[in-house]
């Protein structure tokens, strides 16, 4: 793991296995955490640290792995760390981390059990006494805790039961969101994006919105993201055969709703696997990967209706998904990251320990950044610029 600006290296950590389900979780003061799914920790980071003589790494706290998610509460004092497959066929941990990194006496964790899952996981509620709420898939529901009767669970691994529970559809929850303005938290399922919030202390659910959008229907999005400065909720919307192995002939439709007009729409993105997105200062990008050649999208959002702006040819992947299998076994794939606060935004090639950085501005590349690794499976990026708001997104990626 490389730390640093234009290309030059200011801290490296070595021997460091990154949750990448879990991702990079942004944090305030520049701060950014994630989980290492072989030590077991959550690590802060201060990338900007080791240019003023701070180190790299700000605290290393313990948490249950294998890592599926994490997110902070509005302050990023208080986060919260789910469990999930690791590398194993089916769900077999039920153990959810809770931490309060202003403890007395430092950062302190406490872990307890909920369902064996894949939980997604977001805060609610009011800043001082926070619910830590779960998205379970089988069967689908929104389970909240309150973070602070999670901290106070005796050692040993106790069962928590949950403050209150809101139902959602079976089996197909994938992707979260939170919006720290409204309160308004998003959880993405076949039928929509199901909403609720807290109300006098509990969750109340709120409309479900719909995938249809702009005249476009079908399919139903795989991720969640904010872009807090446009207030828009993102996601790509994904169609066609549900065989794995016809991937080149899904659909891809990237999905906006505005969250204070309502207003909402799709993009045609092209057919293949688009897996996640960035967002970054006026624009949104989706990296595209097909047999016919992938290409990076940038989608620019300083408009009234988002539009797509280019569409940039990336260089191939050895090893790269071939038709006739799927797009996610033993093949490489590509890592996308941007940050709100800039126009940059980064695309690994997986296999080749290449990012590539393009101006979203001027649609063009800026530079290539090569590393030690190969960046199997595309690896797994964070683009970081000093006081981007990035934390206005409390929701790790």
Do not use: K
Request: charged letters at 20%; hydrophobic letters at 40%.
């Amino acid at each position: 793991m490389r730390c640093g600006r234009d290309g030059r290296t200011t801290a490296q950590l070595d021997g460091r296995h990154l949750a990448e389900h879990a991702g990079f979780l942004a944090l305030p003061r520049n701060l950014t955490a994630f989980v290492d799914d072989r030590a077991g920790e959550l690590l802060i980071l201060d990338p900007y640290g080791p240019e003023s003589g701070r180190p790299v790494v700000e605290s290393r706290i313990p948490v249950a792995v294998p890592a599926e998610h994490l997110a902070a509460d509005h302050s990023g004092r208080r986060i919260a760390v789910t469990t999930g497959l690791g590398r194993n066929w089916a769900a077999w941990s039920d153990q959810l981390t809770a931490i309060d990194l202003a403890a007395e006496g430092g950062p302190s964790a406490v872990r307890v059990r909920t369902r064996v899952g894949e939980p997604g996981v977001t805060f609610a509620g009011s800043p001082d006494d926070p619910l830590v709420v779960l998205r379970h898939r089988e069967p689908g529901e929104l389970t909240a805790y309150r973070h602070a009767d999670l901290m106070a669970a005796a050692p040993s691994c106790p069962p928590a039961e949950p403050a209150q529970t809101l139902p959602l559809p079976d089996h197909d929850g994938h992707g979260d969101a939170y919006d720290p303005l409204t309160g308004w938290l998003f959880a993405a399922a076949g039928s929509g994006v199901h909403r609720a919030r807290e109300h006098g202390g509990v969750l109340v659910a709120g409309d479900t919105l719909p995938w249809e959008a702009g005249g476009r229907t079908g399919g139903r999005g795989y991720y969640l993201r904010l872009d807090a400065a446009r207030r828009t909720l993102w996601s790509c919307v994904r169609g066609g055969p549900s065989a794995p192995e016809e991937w080149p002939d899904w659909t891809n439709d990237a999905w906006w709703h505005h969250l204070d007009t309502g207003r909402g729409g799709r993009l045609g993105l092209g057919p293949g696997l688009v897996f996640r997105l960035a967002v970054l200062a006026g624009h949104v990008a989706f990296a595209r990967v097909h047999p016919d050649g992938d290409e990076l999208i940038l989608v620019s959002t300083t408009d009234t209706a988002p539009s797509v702006t280019a569409r940039l040819p990336l260089p191939p992947m050895a090893g790269a998904p071939r038709r006739g299998g799927t797009p996610w076994d033993g093949v490489q794939r590509r890592a996308i990251a941007a940050s709100p606060g800039a126009s940059l935004v980064a695309v690994s090639r997986g296999g080749h320990g290449e990012v590539h950085v393009f101006d979203a501005d001027t649609a063009r590349q800026t530079a290539l950044i090569t590393v030690p690794t190969p960046l199997d499976e595309g690896g797994h990026l964070a683009l970081i610029t000093p006081n981007d708001a990035s934390s206005m997104d409390p929701v790790g990626r």
